[in-house]
Protein backbone atom coordinates (compact mmCIF):
# COMPACT_ATOMS: atom_id res chain seq x y z
CA UNK A 1 0.00 0.00 0.00
CA UNK A 2 1.34 3.52 -0.95
CA UNK A 3 1.49 5.81 1.81
CA UNK A 4 2.00 8.87 -0.40
CA UNK A 5 5.36 9.44 0.28
CA UNK A 6 7.03 6.31 -1.05
CA UNK A 7 7.29 4.52 2.53
CA UNK A 8 5.69 0.96 2.02
CA UNK A 9 2.82 -0.11 4.71
CA UNK A 10 4.82 -2.55 6.41
CA UNK A 11 8.30 -0.79 6.79
CA UNK A 12 6.04 2.27 8.65
CA UNK A 13 5.75 1.65 12.25
CA UNK A 14 3.84 4.69 12.69
CA UNK A 15 1.27 3.28 10.67
CA UNK A 16 1.48 0.05 12.20
CA UNK A 17 0.80 1.34 15.17
CA UNK A 18 -2.22 3.64 14.45
CA UNK A 19 -3.56 0.23 12.54
CA UNK A 20 -2.98 -1.99 15.12
CA UNK A 21 -4.77 0.51 17.44
CA UNK A 22 -8.21 -0.26 15.50
CA UNK A 23 -7.61 3.33 13.02
CA UNK A 24 -9.18 2.15 9.65
CA UNK A 25 -6.42 2.04 6.69
CA UNK A 26 -8.06 4.70 5.30
CA UNK A 27 -8.69 7.12 7.96
CA UNK A 28 -4.90 6.72 9.06
CA UNK A 29 -3.97 10.67 7.66
CA UNK A 30 -6.67 11.79 10.12
CA UNK A 31 -4.85 10.15 12.87
CA UNK A 32 -1.18 10.78 12.08
CA UNK A 33 -1.83 14.42 13.50
CA UNK A 34 -5.06 14.84 15.48
CA UNK A 35 -6.46 18.23 14.92
CA UNK A 36 -9.56 19.37 16.68
CA UNK A 37 -10.55 20.03 12.70
CA UNK A 38 -10.38 16.31 11.97
CA UNK A 39 -12.21 15.21 15.03
CA UNK A 40 -14.20 17.95 16.84
CA UNK A 41 -18.07 16.94 16.74
CA UNK A 42 -21.30 19.80 16.50
CA UNK A 43 -21.87 19.82 19.78
CA UNK A 44 -25.48 20.92 18.71
CA UNK A 45 -25.46 16.54 18.86
CA UNK A 46 -25.70 16.56 22.31
CA UNK A 47 -29.05 16.32 23.98
CA UNK A 48 -29.53 19.45 25.79
CA UNK A 49 -26.50 21.57 24.73
CA UNK A 50 -28.34 24.05 22.57
CA UNK A 51 -30.52 24.77 25.66
CA UNK A 52 -27.19 25.32 27.81
CA UNK A 53 -25.53 27.27 25.97
CA UNK A 54 -28.45 29.46 24.85
CA UNK A 55 -29.18 30.02 28.76
CA UNK A 56 -25.47 30.26 29.46
CA UNK A 57 -25.29 32.88 26.74
CA UNK A 58 -28.24 34.87 27.94
CA UNK A 59 -26.60 34.91 31.42
CA UNK A 60 -23.53 36.62 30.24
CA UNK A 61 -25.14 39.16 27.92
CA UNK A 62 -27.29 40.08 30.81
CA UNK A 63 -24.34 39.99 33.40
CA UNK A 64 -26.35 37.92 36.03
CA UNK A 65 -24.77 36.07 39.13
CA UNK A 66 -23.94 32.80 38.03
CA UNK A 67 -21.68 29.64 40.05
CA UNK A 68 -19.89 27.25 38.48
CA UNK A 69 -20.13 24.51 40.92
CA UNK A 70 -17.64 21.25 40.77
CA UNK A 71 -16.02 18.70 41.97
CA UNK A 72 -12.96 18.38 44.29
CA UNK A 73 -10.65 16.11 41.80
CA UNK A 74 -8.92 17.24 38.61
CA UNK A 75 -11.49 16.75 36.47
CA UNK A 76 -13.56 19.10 38.15
CA UNK A 77 -11.41 21.13 39.21
CA UNK A 78 -9.88 21.75 35.13
CA UNK A 79 -13.81 21.66 34.36
CA UNK A 80 -14.87 24.71 36.57
CA UNK A 81 -11.77 26.38 35.66
CA UNK A 82 -12.40 26.47 31.78
CA UNK A 83 -16.32 27.95 32.18
CA UNK A 84 -14.74 30.24 34.74
CA UNK A 85 -12.25 31.35 32.05
CA UNK A 86 -14.28 31.33 29.43
CA UNK A 87 -17.11 33.85 30.97
CA UNK A 88 -14.10 36.38 32.21
CA UNK A 89 -12.80 36.03 28.36
CA UNK A 90 -16.62 37.14 27.48
CA UNK A 91 -16.06 39.84 29.63
CA UNK A 92 -18.47 38.79 32.87
CA UNK A 93 -17.30 36.69 36.21
CA UNK A 94 -18.38 33.54 37.83
CA UNK A 95 -18.37 32.52 41.13
CA UNK A 96 -17.63 29.04 42.07
CA UNK A 97 -18.04 26.19 44.64
CA UNK A 98 -16.10 23.14 45.57
CA UNK A 99 -17.59 21.14 48.17
CA UNK A 100 -15.39 19.64 50.90
CA UNK A 101 -14.66 15.84 50.19
CA UNK A 102 -14.63 14.87 53.62
CA UNK A 103 -17.62 16.79 54.96
CA UNK A 104 -19.96 17.38 51.97
CA UNK A 105 -19.13 14.14 49.99
CA UNK A 106 -19.06 13.57 46.20
CA UNK A 107 -22.09 15.70 44.14
CA UNK A 108 -23.97 18.81 44.52
CA UNK A 109 -25.49 18.95 47.97
CA UNK A 110 -29.32 20.28 47.84
CA UNK A 111 -28.01 23.06 51.06
CA UNK A 112 -25.38 24.39 48.91
CA UNK A 113 -27.72 24.49 45.90
CA UNK A 114 -30.28 26.55 47.88
CA UNK A 115 -28.03 28.93 49.80
CA UNK A 116 -26.19 29.78 46.14
CA UNK A 117 -29.34 30.61 45.17
CA UNK A 118 -30.34 32.75 48.09
CA UNK A 119 -27.03 34.33 47.86
CA UNK A 120 -28.01 35.89 44.76
CA UNK A 121 -27.13 32.89 41.58
CA UNK A 122 -29.66 32.84 39.02
CA UNK A 123 -27.62 30.20 37.51
CA UNK A 124 -25.53 27.38 38.67
CA UNK A 125 -23.67 24.83 36.82
CA UNK A 126 -22.69 21.80 38.06
CA UNK A 127 -19.32 20.36 36.12
CA UNK A 128 -18.18 16.66 36.51
CA UNK A 129 -21.92 16.18 39.12
CA UNK A 130 -25.07 15.82 38.94
CA UNK A 131 -26.07 13.39 36.58
CA UNK A 132 -27.80 11.66 39.78
CA UNK A 133 -28.54 14.32 42.34
CA UNK A 134 -32.42 13.71 41.93
CA UNK A 135 -32.88 15.12 45.33
CA UNK A 136 -30.64 18.58 45.17
CA UNK A 137 -31.02 19.20 42.12
CA UNK A 138 -35.26 18.73 43.02
CA UNK A 139 -34.41 21.54 45.71
CA UNK A 140 -32.69 24.12 43.25
CA UNK A 141 -35.62 23.89 41.23
CA UNK A 142 -38.26 24.74 44.25
CA UNK A 143 -35.71 27.49 45.47
CA UNK A 144 -36.24 29.15 41.69
CA UNK A 145 -32.68 28.36 40.51
CA UNK A 146 -32.01 27.25 37.12
CA UNK A 147 -28.95 24.46 37.00
CA UNK A 148 -27.12 23.15 33.89
CA UNK A 149 -25.72 19.97 34.35
CA UNK A 150 -22.19 19.37 32.51
CA UNK A 151 -20.95 15.46 33.41
CA UNK A 152 -19.92 12.47 31.98
CA UNK A 153 -20.48 9.77 34.77
CA UNK A 154 -22.92 6.99 34.00
CA UNK A 155 -26.67 8.19 33.84
CA UNK A 156 -30.02 5.90 35.37
CA UNK A 157 -33.03 5.72 32.83
CA UNK A 158 -34.91 8.37 34.57
CA UNK A 159 -32.97 11.88 34.90
CA UNK A 160 -32.64 14.69 37.46
CA UNK A 161 -34.60 17.82 37.16
CA UNK A 162 -32.78 19.96 35.53
CA UNK A 163 -32.71 23.26 32.92
CA UNK A 164 -30.25 21.59 31.09
CA UNK A 165 -28.57 17.97 31.47
CA UNK A 166 -25.41 17.58 29.35
CA UNK A 167 -23.54 14.43 29.15
CA UNK A 168 -22.77 11.95 26.06
CA UNK A 169 -23.94 8.89 28.57
CA UNK A 170 -27.15 9.76 28.81
CA UNK A 171 -28.80 6.80 27.84
CA UNK A 172 -31.87 8.52 25.75
CA UNK A 173 -28.81 9.61 23.39
CA UNK A 174 -28.30 8.86 19.63
CA UNK A 175 -25.70 6.83 18.84
CA UNK A 176 -23.26 9.56 16.93
CA UNK A 177 -23.41 11.66 20.43
CA UNK A 178 -23.48 7.97 22.54
CA UNK A 179 -19.87 7.63 20.62
CA UNK A 180 -18.65 10.26 22.76
CA UNK A 181 -18.97 9.15 26.04
CA UNK A 182 -15.56 8.52 27.02
CA UNK A 183 -15.34 12.10 27.05
CA UNK A 184 -14.16 13.21 30.29
CA UNK A 185 -16.15 16.38 32.33
CA UNK A 186 -13.91 18.47 31.00
CA UNK A 187 -13.76 17.58 27.10
CA UNK A 188 -17.85 17.93 27.48
CA UNK A 189 -17.36 21.71 29.38
CA UNK A 190 -15.07 22.27 26.48
CA UNK A 191 -17.92 21.29 23.93
CA UNK A 192 -20.50 23.87 25.55
CA UNK A 193 -17.73 27.02 25.37
CA UNK A 194 -17.55 26.47 21.81
CA UNK A 195 -21.73 26.05 21.71
CA UNK A 196 -21.35 29.13 24.03
CA UNK A 197 -19.54 31.45 21.74
CA UNK A 198 -21.29 30.38 18.62
CA UNK A 199 -24.73 31.21 20.13
CA UNK A 200 -23.51 34.45 21.25
CA UNK A 201 -21.69 34.99 17.87
CA UNK A 202 -25.28 34.28 16.11
CA UNK A 203 -26.10 37.12 18.18
CA UNK A 204 -23.93 39.80 17.50
CA UNK A 205 -22.13 39.76 20.90
CA UNK A 206 -18.79 40.08 19.00
CA UNK A 207 -19.33 43.41 16.90
CA UNK A 208 -17.57 44.67 18.79
CA UNK A 209 -15.51 42.73 20.96
CA UNK A 210 -12.67 39.84 20.19
CA UNK A 211 -13.62 36.34 20.65
CA UNK A 212 -12.51 34.18 23.00
CA UNK A 213 -9.23 32.32 22.50
CA UNK A 214 -10.48 28.70 22.85
CA UNK A 215 -7.66 26.86 21.85
CA UNK A 216 -5.74 28.35 25.12
CA UNK A 217 -8.38 26.53 27.21
CA UNK A 218 -6.70 23.01 25.37
CA UNK A 219 -4.26 22.49 28.36
CA UNK A 220 -7.03 22.50 30.93
CA UNK A 221 -8.66 19.88 29.10
CA UNK A 222 -6.00 17.50 28.26
CA UNK A 223 -4.89 17.71 32.31
CA UNK A 224 -8.95 16.92 33.05
CA UNK A 225 -8.73 14.49 30.49
CA UNK A 226 -5.68 12.88 30.85
CA UNK A 227 -5.90 12.40 35.26
CA UNK A 228 -9.69 11.45 35.17
CA UNK A 229 -8.28 8.13 32.74
CA UNK A 230 -10.39 8.71 29.89
CA UNK A 231 -9.84 6.92 27.01
CA UNK A 232 -7.21 8.75 24.95
CA UNK A 233 -8.77 7.66 21.26
CA UNK A 234 -11.27 9.67 19.02
CA UNK A 235 -11.73 13.15 20.10
CA UNK A 236 -9.83 12.50 23.50
CA UNK A 237 -6.60 12.06 21.74
CA UNK A 238 -7.13 15.25 19.43
CA UNK A 239 -7.67 17.30 22.76
CA UNK A 240 -5.00 16.30 24.44
CA UNK A 241 -2.47 16.03 21.59
CA UNK A 242 -3.38 20.16 20.81
CA UNK A 243 -3.66 20.55 25.04
CA UNK A 244 0.15 19.57 25.07
CA UNK A 245 1.21 22.33 22.71
CA UNK A 246 -0.71 24.96 24.48
CA UNK A 247 0.93 23.55 27.41
CA UNK A 248 4.11 24.03 26.64
CA UNK A 249 3.99 27.64 25.50
CA UNK A 250 3.35 28.16 29.45
CA UNK A 251 0.71 30.46 28.42
CA UNK A 252 -1.07 29.70 31.49
CA UNK A 253 0.15 31.50 34.60
CA UNK A 254 -1.16 28.78 37.09
CA UNK A 255 -0.71 26.35 34.99
CA UNK A 256 2.76 27.61 34.07
CA UNK A 257 3.22 27.80 38.43
CA UNK A 258 1.95 24.25 38.58
CA UNK A 259 4.50 22.95 35.94
CA UNK A 260 7.61 24.53 37.82
CA UNK A 261 6.23 22.89 41.07
CA UNK A 262 6.29 19.28 39.51
CA UNK A 263 10.40 20.27 38.46
CA UNK A 264 9.69 19.75 34.93
CA UNK A 265 12.29 21.73 32.73
CA UNK A 266 10.82 20.56 29.61
CA UNK A 267 7.27 20.62 28.09
CA UNK A 268 5.15 18.31 29.90
CA UNK A 269 4.04 14.80 28.54
CA UNK A 270 0.75 12.41 28.96
CA UNK A 271 2.50 10.83 31.85
CA UNK A 272 3.59 13.94 33.75
CA UNK A 273 0.02 15.20 33.35
CA UNK A 274 -1.22 11.40 35.21
CA UNK A 275 2.03 11.48 37.70
CA UNK A 276 3.41 14.49 38.41
CA UNK A 277 0.67 17.45 37.50
CA UNK A 278 -2.42 15.80 37.99
CA UNK A 279 -1.84 14.49 41.71
CA UNK A 280 -0.70 17.97 42.45
CA UNK A 281 -4.07 19.49 42.01
CA UNK A 282 -5.91 16.07 43.14
CA UNK A 283 -4.10 16.44 46.53
CA UNK A 284 -6.19 20.00 47.12
CA UNK A 285 -9.35 17.81 47.47
CA UNK A 286 -7.74 14.83 48.94
CA UNK A 287 -6.28 16.25 52.15
CA UNK A 288 -5.94 20.24 52.19
CA UNK A 289 -8.62 22.73 50.53
CA UNK A 290 -10.93 21.24 47.88
CA UNK A 291 -10.56 25.07 46.02
CA UNK A 292 -7.10 25.44 45.45
CA UNK A 293 -7.26 23.38 42.38
CA UNK A 294 -9.76 25.96 41.00
CA UNK A 295 -8.00 29.16 42.14
CA UNK A 296 -4.59 28.32 40.74
CA UNK A 297 -5.78 27.15 37.38
CA UNK A 298 -7.87 30.68 37.57
CA UNK A 299 -5.19 33.36 38.84
CA UNK A 300 -3.76 36.00 36.83
CA UNK A 301 -1.72 36.91 39.86
CA UNK A 302 2.08 35.17 39.19
CA UNK A 303 2.89 35.45 43.11
CA UNK A 304 -0.64 33.97 43.82
CA UNK A 305 0.09 31.42 41.40
CA UNK A 306 3.55 30.22 42.91
CA UNK A 307 2.51 30.37 46.29
CA UNK A 308 -0.73 27.48 45.56
CA UNK A 309 1.23 25.68 43.28
CA UNK A 310 3.83 25.49 46.35
CA UNK A 311 1.18 24.52 48.68
CA UNK A 312 -0.11 21.68 46.67
CA UNK A 313 3.50 20.29 46.56
CA UNK A 314 3.56 20.08 49.97
CA UNK A 315 0.04 18.93 50.82
CA UNK A 316 1.12 16.02 47.84
CA UNK A 317 3.89 14.88 50.28
CA UNK A 318 1.41 14.92 53.23
CA UNK A 319 -0.98 12.58 50.68
CA UNK A 320 1.38 10.04 49.73
CA UNK A 321 2.23 9.32 53.47
CA UNK A 322 -1.69 8.54 54.64
CA UNK A 323 -2.08 6.47 51.06
CA UNK A 324 1.06 4.08 52.16
CA UNK A 325 -0.62 3.54 55.41
CA UNK A 326 -4.01 2.86 53.74
CA UNK A 327 -2.69 1.02 51.50
CA UNK A 328 -0.78 -1.52 53.98
CA UNK A 329 -3.67 -1.89 55.72
CA UNK A 330 -5.91 -2.42 52.96
CA UNK A 331 -3.40 -5.32 51.50
CA UNK A 332 -3.63 -7.49 54.61
CA UNK A 333 -7.11 -7.90 54.03
CA UNK A 334 -6.09 -8.97 49.84
CA UNK A 335 -5.22 -12.61 51.25
CA UNK A 336 -8.78 -13.59 53.18
CA UNK A 337 -10.44 -12.53 49.53
CA UNK A 338 -8.48 -14.47 46.83
CA UNK A 339 -11.43 -16.15 45.60
CA UNK A 340 -13.81 -12.83 45.53
CA UNK A 341 -14.12 -11.40 41.88
CA UNK A 342 -13.90 -8.14 43.02
CA UNK A 343 -11.74 -6.98 46.05
CA UNK A 344 -13.38 -4.84 49.00
CA UNK A 345 -11.79 -3.40 51.38
CA UNK A 346 -12.56 -1.33 54.33
CA UNK A 347 -10.90 -0.08 57.28
CA UNK A 348 -11.43 2.18 60.34
CA UNK A 349 -9.28 5.29 60.39
CA UNK A 350 -8.80 5.33 56.75
CA UNK A 351 -8.64 8.72 54.90
CA UNK A 352 -11.29 8.74 52.53
CA UNK A 353 -9.44 11.07 50.16
CA UNK A 354 -6.79 8.65 49.23
CA UNK A 355 -8.56 5.36 49.02
CA UNK A 356 -9.00 5.77 45.38
CA UNK A 357 -5.67 6.14 44.71
CA UNK A 358 -5.01 2.51 47.32
CA UNK A 359 -7.94 1.01 44.97
CA UNK A 360 -5.98 1.92 41.73
CA UNK A 361 -2.60 0.51 43.14
CA UNK A 362 -4.37 -2.72 44.34
CA UNK A 363 -6.04 -3.11 41.30
CA UNK A 364 -2.77 -2.97 39.03
CA UNK A 365 -1.19 -5.25 41.28
CA UNK A 366 -3.75 -7.74 41.72
CA UNK A 367 -5.39 -7.83 38.09
CA UNK A 368 -8.66 -7.20 40.01
CA UNK A 369 -11.34 -4.36 40.22
CA UNK A 370 -11.19 -3.18 43.61
CA UNK A 371 -13.04 -0.81 45.96
CA UNK A 372 -11.41 0.64 49.44
CA UNK A 373 -13.78 1.83 51.83
CA UNK A 374 -13.20 4.04 54.54
CA UNK A 375 -15.74 3.20 57.87
CA UNK A 376 -17.47 6.26 59.47
CA UNK A 377 -16.62 8.61 57.25
CA UNK A 378 -20.12 10.63 57.58
CA UNK A 379 -21.67 11.49 60.16
CA UNK A 380 -24.42 8.57 60.08
CA UNK A 381 -21.60 6.44 60.33
CA UNK A 382 -21.25 5.48 56.49
CA UNK A 383 -18.37 4.21 54.54
CA UNK A 384 -17.33 6.23 52.15
CA UNK A 385 -15.95 3.63 48.79
CA UNK A 386 -14.24 4.78 45.96
CA UNK A 387 -13.43 1.81 43.06
CA UNK A 388 -11.02 1.57 39.96
CA UNK A 389 -11.56 -0.97 37.61
CA UNK A 390 -9.95 -3.27 34.87
CA UNK A 391 -10.46 -3.15 30.80
CA UNK A 392 -13.87 -4.97 30.41
CA UNK A 393 -15.72 -4.64 33.70
CA UNK A 394 -18.18 -2.29 33.99
CA UNK A 395 -17.53 -1.00 37.33
CA UNK A 396 -20.11 2.27 37.18
CA UNK A 397 -23.11 0.52 35.87
CA UNK A 398 -22.40 -2.47 38.51
CA UNK A 399 -22.39 0.19 41.52
CA UNK A 400 -25.70 1.95 40.26
CA UNK A 401 -27.24 -1.24 40.07
CA UNK A 402 -26.22 -2.17 43.51
CA UNK A 403 -27.19 1.37 44.86
CA UNK A 404 -31.21 0.85 43.03
CA UNK A 405 -30.76 -2.68 44.51
CA UNK A 406 -30.97 -0.97 48.01
CA UNK A 407 -27.74 -2.16 49.05
CA UNK A 408 -26.18 0.96 48.63
CA UNK A 409 -27.18 4.36 50.33
CA UNK A 410 -25.38 6.44 47.08
CA UNK A 411 -23.38 5.63 44.21
CA UNK A 412 -22.34 5.76 40.85
CA UNK A 413 -19.22 6.44 38.11
CA UNK A 414 -18.51 5.12 34.96
CA UNK A 415 -16.67 2.20 33.67
CA UNK A 416 -13.14 2.50 35.23
CA UNK A 417 -14.11 4.23 39.02
CA UNK A 418 -16.90 4.49 40.83
CA UNK A 419 -17.49 6.16 44.14
CA UNK A 420 -20.12 5.03 46.60
CA UNK A 421 -21.60 5.38 49.97
CA UNK A 422 -22.77 2.43 52.17
CA UNK A 423 -23.83 1.15 55.78
CA UNK A 424 -21.23 -0.65 57.37
CA UNK A 425 -23.51 -3.99 57.93
CA UNK A 426 -24.27 -3.75 53.96
CA UNK A 427 -20.58 -4.80 53.25
CA UNK A 428 -20.55 -8.22 53.13
CA UNK A 429 -24.22 -8.54 51.23
CA UNK A 430 -22.32 -5.90 48.67
CA UNK A 431 -19.36 -8.46 47.83
CA UNK A 432 -21.56 -11.09 47.76
CA UNK A 433 -23.74 -9.13 45.02
CA UNK A 434 -20.93 -8.32 43.41
CA UNK A 435 -19.27 -11.75 43.08
CA UNK A 436 -22.86 -12.65 41.35
CA UNK A 437 -23.30 -10.09 38.93
CA UNK A 438 -19.36 -9.81 38.27
CA UNK A 439 -17.71 -13.01 38.30
CA UNK A 440 -17.98 -14.39 35.16
CA UNK A 441 -17.17 -11.10 33.87
CA UNK A 442 -14.14 -10.83 35.94
CA UNK A 443 -12.67 -14.33 34.97
CA UNK A 444 -12.94 -13.26 31.18
CA UNK A 445 -11.58 -9.86 31.38
CA UNK A 446 -8.46 -11.63 33.48
CA UNK A 447 -8.13 -14.25 31.03
CA UNK A 448 -7.69 -11.91 27.88
CA UNK A 449 -4.94 -9.64 29.77
CA UNK A 450 -2.25 -10.92 27.44
CA UNK A 451 0.49 -8.59 27.24
CA UNK A 452 0.69 -7.53 23.55
CA UNK A 453 3.83 -6.49 21.94
CA UNK A 454 4.00 -3.91 19.19
CA UNK A 455 7.74 -4.68 18.18
CA UNK A 456 10.90 -6.84 19.14
CA UNK A 457 14.25 -5.41 18.68
CA UNK A 458 17.86 -6.16 19.14
CA UNK A 459 19.79 -3.89 22.03
CA UNK A 460 21.31 -2.09 19.61
CA UNK A 461 17.75 -0.96 18.01
CA UNK A 462 16.60 0.58 21.22
CA UNK A 463 17.46 4.04 20.55
CA UNK A 464 16.09 7.60 20.90
CA UNK A 465 15.48 7.75 17.25
CA UNK A 466 13.56 5.01 17.24
CA UNK A 467 11.67 6.53 20.75
CA UNK A 468 10.61 9.45 18.62
CA UNK A 469 8.87 7.36 15.70
CA UNK A 470 6.67 5.56 18.39
CA UNK A 471 6.23 8.93 20.51
CA UNK A 472 4.28 10.18 17.29
CA UNK A 473 1.87 7.67 17.42
CA UNK A 474 0.50 9.35 20.76
CA UNK A 475 -0.31 10.78 23.03
CA UNK A 476 -0.88 7.75 24.88
CA UNK A 477 -3.09 6.54 27.67
CA UNK A 478 -6.12 4.64 28.73
CA UNK A 479 -7.90 2.93 25.47
CA UNK A 480 -4.49 4.32 23.31
CA UNK A 481 -1.81 2.12 25.32
CA UNK A 482 2.07 3.10 24.24
CA UNK A 483 3.88 0.63 22.41
CA UNK A 484 5.24 -2.04 24.63
CA UNK A 485 8.76 -3.01 22.76
CA UNK A 486 10.36 -6.77 23.58
CA UNK A 487 14.61 -6.03 23.69
CA UNK A 488 16.82 -8.92 23.80
CA UNK A 489 18.55 -11.16 24.52
CA UNK A 490 20.35 -9.91 27.02
CA UNK A 491 22.15 -10.40 29.79
CA UNK A 492 22.51 -9.01 33.28
CA UNK A 493 25.45 -6.64 34.21
CA UNK A 494 23.66 -5.09 37.40
CA UNK A 495 20.55 -4.99 39.19
CA UNK A 496 19.75 -3.36 42.40
CA UNK A 497 16.67 -1.78 43.95
CA UNK A 498 16.38 1.87 44.83
CA UNK A 499 13.94 4.24 45.69
CA UNK A 500 10.58 2.68 46.83
CA UNK A 501 10.83 -1.41 45.53
CA UNK A 502 11.77 -0.11 42.04
CA UNK A 503 14.07 -2.57 40.53
CA UNK A 504 17.21 -0.43 38.36
CA UNK A 505 18.98 -2.76 35.78
CA UNK A 506 21.97 -2.48 33.27
CA UNK A 507 21.76 -5.21 30.61
CA UNK A 508 23.97 -6.09 27.55
CA UNK A 509 23.14 -7.68 24.32
CA UNK A 510 24.95 -10.37 22.20
CA UNK A 511 25.70 -7.74 19.77
CA UNK A 512 27.82 -5.12 22.55
CA UNK A 513 25.06 -2.46 23.20
CA UNK A 514 24.40 -1.94 26.93
CA UNK A 515 21.25 0.33 27.95
CA UNK A 516 19.28 0.89 31.65
CA UNK A 517 15.81 -0.37 32.48
CA UNK A 518 13.77 -0.09 35.76
CA UNK A 519 10.88 -2.21 36.27
CA UNK A 520 8.87 0.02 39.23
CA UNK A 521 7.67 -1.32 42.23
CA UNK A 522 8.66 -4.42 41.50
CA UNK A 523 11.08 -5.60 43.85
CA UNK A 524 9.03 -7.80 46.05
CA UNK A 525 7.60 -9.30 42.95
CA UNK A 526 8.04 -12.78 41.06
CA UNK A 527 9.60 -10.81 37.97
CA UNK A 528 11.54 -8.51 40.71
CA UNK A 529 13.50 -11.17 42.30
CA UNK A 530 14.42 -13.30 38.98
CA UNK A 531 15.80 -10.14 37.70
CA UNK A 532 17.73 -9.64 41.12
CA UNK A 533 18.98 -12.94 41.28
CA UNK A 534 19.42 -13.62 37.33
CA UNK A 535 23.37 -14.53 36.78
CA UNK A 536 25.43 -12.73 34.05
CA UNK A 537 25.11 -16.46 32.49
CA UNK A 538 21.46 -16.58 32.07
CA UNK A 539 19.99 -14.42 28.55
CA UNK A 540 16.74 -12.70 29.04
CA UNK A 541 14.41 -10.80 27.23
CA UNK A 542 12.55 -7.76 28.77
CA UNK A 543 9.32 -6.09 27.49
CA UNK A 544 8.20 -2.70 28.23
CA UNK A 545 7.51 0.69 27.14
CA UNK A 546 10.85 2.62 25.87
CA UNK A 547 11.65 5.96 27.18
CA UNK A 548 14.18 8.65 26.77
CA UNK A 549 16.35 9.26 29.72
CA UNK A 550 17.23 12.74 29.38
CA UNK A 551 19.02 13.60 32.76
CA UNK A 552 22.04 13.15 31.26
CA UNK A 553 23.87 15.67 28.81
CA UNK A 554 23.16 13.40 26.06
CA UNK A 555 19.82 11.66 25.60
CA UNK A 556 19.60 7.95 26.17
CA UNK A 557 17.21 4.68 25.64
CA UNK A 558 16.01 3.23 28.58
CA UNK A 559 13.07 0.35 28.88
CA UNK A 560 10.63 0.66 31.59
CA UNK A 561 9.90 -3.24 32.34
CA UNK A 562 6.30 -4.78 32.28
CA UNK A 563 7.62 -8.51 32.15
CA UNK A 564 10.79 -10.24 31.32
CA UNK A 565 11.32 -13.83 30.42
CA UNK A 566 14.67 -16.26 30.05
CA UNK A 567 15.55 -16.57 26.81
CA UNK A 568 17.17 -20.07 27.53
Not at 23 to 36: E, K, W
Request: with cysteine.
Amino acid sequence: MDLGNGASLNHDIVAQLLLSRGVAPDDLDRHRNPSLRAFLPDPSLFRDMDRAAERLAEAVVRREALTIYGDYDVDGATSAALLIRLIRALGHEAGYYIPDRLLEGYGPSGEALVRLAEQGSSLIVTVDCGAMAFEALEMARTAGVDVIVVDHHKCAAELPKALALVNPNRLDEADDAAAHGHLAAVGVAFLLAVATVRTLRGQGYFKDRPEPDLFALLDLVALGTVADVAALHGLNRALVAQGLKVMARRDGIGMSALIDASRLSRAPTCSDLGFALGPRINAGGRVGESTLGVRLLTTEDPDEARTIAAQLSALNEERRAIEAMVQEAAEAQIEAQHNRAVLTLSGRGWHPGVIGIVAGRIKEKTGKPTLVIALDADEAGNGKGSGRSIAGVDLGAAIIAAREAGLLVAGGGHAMAAGLTIAPDRLHALGEWLDERLGATVTAAMANQAMLLDLAVAPGGLTPALIEDLESAGPYGMGWPGPRVAVGPVRMVKADVVGTDHVRLIVRGDDGASFKAIAFRAASSEMGQALLHATHHRRLWLAGRAKIDDWSSRPAAELHVDDAAFAD
